[in-house]
């Protein structure tokens, strides 16, 4: 208990899978969670589980206006922004390699994946700043290291994250901003992303295969570096990527 006391913490994509996992643990350790996701059952259901602590926001983290409401709103009601989890994201449509990839959905990818993150860092660095300091964690993947064939729009939205993080990172340090910025790299998590990606138990156990431990990793493999992230104890930290995927980066 008191990891994040006191913090006040937006996750956005809250209202399933690592958002939701990472809300939950974020809020037994202490936080202040706003929840926000543009499904509304899911969200809801996660302050639920929440119990306290925690209340719900409708948000679309590729639409610029929405981010501009959502902390205004939390520093209007809260009086401060401690830390942003820019958790929401798209795999699309599975399998998608580059040539069958329509422009549509490739910029549906992108508008969501990258866009979301970048509007999140926009507006929430002067949020973070003018409350003291504080910490953004972005989500990108495994995704970020290799070819990923079948997810050709994934693939190259989560590199973006990758190294948009490493670039938020400098440019606070150097500004001397006390805003730390860090990216997390799942491996494979059966979450409802997860599970659509490999539909099949044939699948599922051919990937497994390819995981050095030998299974795939739960939500909350994922929530717990978020909250090392997001709390103190990362105070040095900035630009890192944390990668937390049962070894299959080591391989
Ligand atoms: P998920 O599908 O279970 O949850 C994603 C949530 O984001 C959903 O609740 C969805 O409604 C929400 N969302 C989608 N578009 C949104 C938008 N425009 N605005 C607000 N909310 C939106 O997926 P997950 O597995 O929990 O994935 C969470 C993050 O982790 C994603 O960024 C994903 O790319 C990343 N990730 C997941 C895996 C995995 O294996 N599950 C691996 C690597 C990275």
Same mark, same amino acid.
């Given at each position: 208990?008191?990891?994040?006391?006191?913090?006040?913490?937006?996750?956005?994509?809250?209202?399933?899978?690592?958002?939701?996992?990472?809300?939950?643990?974020?809020?037994?350790?202490?936080? !202040?969670?706003?929840?926000?996701?543009?499904?509304?059952?899911?969200?809801?259901?996660?302050?639920?589980?929440?119990? /306290?602590?925690? $209340?719900?926001?409708?948000?679309?983290?590729?639409?610029?206006?929405?981010?501009? $409401?959502?902390?205004?709103?939390?520093?209007?009601?809260?009086?401060?922004?401690?830390?942003?989890?820019?958790?929401?994201?798209?795999?699309?449509?599975?399998?998608?390699?580059?040539?069958?990839?329509?422009?549509?959905?490739?910029? $549906?990818?992108?508008?969501?994946?990258?866009?979301?993150?970048?509007?999140?860092?926009?507006?929430?660095?002067?949020?973070?700043?003018?409350?003291?300091?504080?910490?953004?964690?972005?989500?990108?993947?495994?995704?970020?290291?290799?070819?990923?064939?079948?997810?050709?729009?994934?693939?190259?939205?989560?590199?973006?994250?990758?190294?948009? !993080?490493?670039?938020?990172?400098?440019?606070?340090?150097?500004?001397?901003?006390?805003?730390?910025?860090?990216?997390?790299?799942?491996?494979?998590? *059966?979450?409802?992303?997860?599970?659509?990606?490999?539909?099949?138990?044939?699948?599922?156990?051919?990937?497994?295969?390819?995981?050095?431990?030998?299974?795939?990793? !739960?939500?909350?493999?994922?929530?717990?570096?978020?909250?090392?992230?997001?709390?103190?104890?990362?105070?040095? *930290?900035?630009?890192?990527?944390?990668?937390?995927?049962? /070894? *299959?980066?080591?391989?």
């Amino acid at each position: 208990m008191g990891r994040v006391a006191d913090k006040v913490v937006l996750v956005t994509g809250a209202g399933s899978g690592i958002g939701r996992a990472s809300a939950k643990l974020l809020a037994a350790e202490g936080a !202040t969670v706003i929840v926000t996701d543009v499904n509304r059952a899911g969200g809801l259901e996660t302050v639920q589980q929440i119990g /306290g602590r925690a $209340r719900f926001e409708e948000q679309d983290t590729s639409k610029e206006a929405d981010w501009k $409401r959502i902390i205004d709103d939390i520093l209007a009601r809260e009086g401060r922004l401690n830390g942003i989890v820019n958790n929401a994201g798209i795999a699309g449509p599975f399998p998608s390699t580059f040539e069958d990839e329509s422009l549509d959905q490739w910029r $549906r990818i992108l508008s969501i994946n990258v866009e979301g993150v970048f509007l999140g860092c926009k507006h929430g660095v002067p949020a973070l700043r003018s409350s003291g300091g504080g910490s953004i964690v972005n989500l990108s993947s495994l995704a970020a290291f290799l070819g990923t064939p079948d997810l050709s729009a994934y693939g190259a939205s989560k590199g973006a994250v990758r190294q948009f !993080t490493k670039t938020v990172a400098m440019d606070c340090a150097r500004k001397g901003y006390k805003v730390r910025c860090n990216s997390v790299h799942p491996g494979i998590i *059966m979450t409802p992303m997860g599970e659509s990606i490999l539909p099949s138990e044939k699948a599922r156990e051919r990937t497994r295969q390819r995981v050095p431990v030998g299974h795939f990793g !739960t939500p909350e493999d994922i929530a717990y570096g978020v909250l090392y992230l997001i709390s103190d104890e990362s105070r040095f *930290m900035t630009g890192a990527e944390l990668v937390i995927d049962g /070894g *299959m980066n080591a391989v």
